[in-house]
Nanobody
Framework: QVQLVESGGGLVQSGGSLRLSCAAS????????MGWYRQAPGKQREPVAT???????NYPDSVKGRFTISRDIAKSTLYLQMDSLKPEDTAVYYC???????????WGQGTQVSVSP
């Protein structure tokens, strides 16, 4: 059974920082593609950072230079460091893992990030 457990969300002022964590199995963190997605009210879920099983990362322009995705295989944890946060970053953030042999997606329960002006 695949379990992704997020933590680290909260309320922060504009310009502040937060770090999200996603606990998973060591196999998933080291061998699956993973990522962080977000969904704001009334909007579609969108990717904010992805990392391949080889460690290559990708970010949309909206967060490039402000967000950093990383993984600690020894701790079986995926991270999202978010700096210079803006009110438009307010959303529920979800951890994602994709099974490599059939591309099946798994999601965490989500964690709320709120950025005040």
């Amino acid at each position: 059974q695949v379990q992704l457990v997020e933590s680290g969300g909260g309320l922060v002022q504009s310009g502040g920082s937060l770090r999200l964590s996603c606990a998973a199995s060591k196999t998933i963190v080291s061998m699956w593609a993973m990522g962080w997605y977000r969904q704001a009210p009334g909007k579609q879920r969108e990717p904010v950072a992805t990392i391949s099983h080889t460690g290559s990362t990708n970010y949309p322009d909206s967060v490039k230079g402000r967000f950093t995705i990383s993984r600690d295989i020894a701790k079986s944890t995926l991270y999202l460091q978010m700096d210079s946060l803006k009110p438009e970053d307010t959303a529920v953030y979800y951890c994602n893992a994709r099974r490599p042999w059939n591309n099946q997606n798994y999601w965490g329960q989500g964690t709320q990030v709120s950025v005040s002006p």
